[in-house]
């Protein structure tokens, strides 16, 4: 494949994605190789990871709640490379109101979407505040800022993702370390293929036209739109942006009456 280095580039750069596996991740990293970054994928589905492996990918079996090992995988890359782009993607969905989320379901939510995003934040800002800076995204969600029925814990976890973001885009200024996030609201991925054949068996398409509406602008957004946004807010185009989040909600978080 060839490689365009123009406008967006990050030629010469190492991108580390959590949950690059699949779905808007793997997007992510997708449009990052194709921008010229080697790209290191950490998700915990090693038969997909490793179907996308190349000279300028890697993957490394790692659940993101395990401090240890997120430690060890940033320790091991830090040893031959820098890490100049941290993207915070894996995460986890969850529905259910106050009353139906039990002790576990709570658990289950904090353990990846906060203390996973946590655990990368820790074991990378270190690195990059000795390589002189980098760029850290992270994946939030509409969720964190608009009330959405049935999604108590999954909102939760994305209003503590976009603290962190802003937390660590002030405490790290004078290191160069730019930190922002990304908020979208429903993005078509195999994730809600497989949540509408579960949860409404028969009725498929029309439950996916449903959920497409609830966008003012009446579509789901792509994964590769996702990406586009996490590829310029990554890039030095980029420089003079941190400590924000951005919707991308087809309008959702502002046009719905």
Request: overall charge negative; charged content about 20%; some cysteine.
């Amino acid at each position: 494949m060839e490689v365009s280095l123009t406008q967006f580039s990050l030629a010469g750069k190492h991108a580390i994605v959590t949950g690059g596996s699949s779905g808007i991740g793997k997007s992510i990293a997708q449009l990052f190789f194709e921008n010229g970054a080697h790209v290191h994928i950490l998700d915990v589905d090693e038969g997909q990871g490793e179907s996308i492996v190349n000279e300028n990918v890697s993957f490394y079996q790692c659940d993101v709640t395990d401090q240890s090992k997120v430690n060890s995988i940033f320790q091991s890359i830090a040893k031959d490379h820098s890490i100049d782009v941290l993207v915070n993607n894996a995460g986890i969905a969850h529905v259910g109101n106050v009353e139906t989320t039990t002790e576990a379901d709570l658990d289950r939510i904090y353990a990846v979407n906060v203390k996973g995003v946590y655990n990368c934040l820790h074991a990378c800002v270190p690195i990059m505040k000795s390589n002189g800076g980098g760029v850290i995204l992270n994946m939030a969600s509409v969720a964190a800022s608009v009330g959405l029925p049935d999604r108590f814990a999954y909102s939760m976890s994305k209003g503590a993702v976009v603290s962190m973001t802003i937390s660590v885009a002030k405490d790290y200024l004078a290191d160069n370390i730019r930190c922002n996030s990304i908020s979208p609201a429903r993005v078509h991925t195999p994730f809600v293929d497989g949540f509408i054949a579960e949860n409404y068996p028969g009725k498929e398409k029309e439950m996916f036209e449903n959920l497409s509406k609830t966008q003012p602008i009446g579509r789901m957004g792509k994964p590769e739109e996702i990406a586009a946004l996490a590829l310029f807010l990554c890039s030095d185009e980029a420089s003079f942006i941190t400590g924000v989040d951005y919707p991308i909600d087809g309008g959702f978080t502002t046009l719905n009456s």
